[in-house]
């Protein structure tokens, strides 16, 4: 059973920092991609950034330049570097995972239970 808990939400003024961290336990195979969506109250979940495991990145228009993500696969955590956060990035933030186990020909994608960000102007 794989699980993913996220940590490092939290409270930060317009123009500052956070790094969202997502880890991952039990047993991982081949892991296509991971990556945070967010979603605002009353919003739909929207996809913030992506990874492959290959390194591959992407990012949503409204983050580029100011958001990173990066993966320690030694660790099994992938990380959401958050610069320059804007009151509109408010958001519960949620990690994902798709896991392609040997018994499955397509992914799995395994969701975090959600961290809180709030920006304040």
């Known amino acids: 059973q794989v699980q993913l808990v996220e940590s490092g939400g939290g409270l930060v003024q317009a123009g500052g920092s956070l790094r969202l961290s997502c880890t991952a336990s039990?047993?991982?195979?081949?892991?296509?991609?991971m990556g945070w969506y967010r979603q605002a109250p009353g919003k739909q979940r929207d996809l913030v950034a992506t990874?492959?495991?290959?390194?591959?990145?992407n990012y949503s228009d409204s983050v580029k330049g100011r958001f990173t993500i990066s993966r320690d696969n030694a660790k099994n955590t992938f990380d959401l570097q958050m610069n320059s956060l804007k009151p509109e990035d408010t958001a519960v933030y949620y990690c994902?995972?798709?896991?392609?186990?040997?018994?499955?020909?397509?992914?799995?994608?395994?969701w975090g239970q959600g961290t809180q960000v709030t920006v304040s102007s």
């Open positions: 990874i492959t495991s290959g390194g591959i990145t």
């Open positions: 039990g047993s991982l195979f081949s892991i296509n991609a």
């Open positions: 994902y995972e798709d896991v392609l186990p040997p018994w499955r020909r397509s992914s799995t994608r395994y």
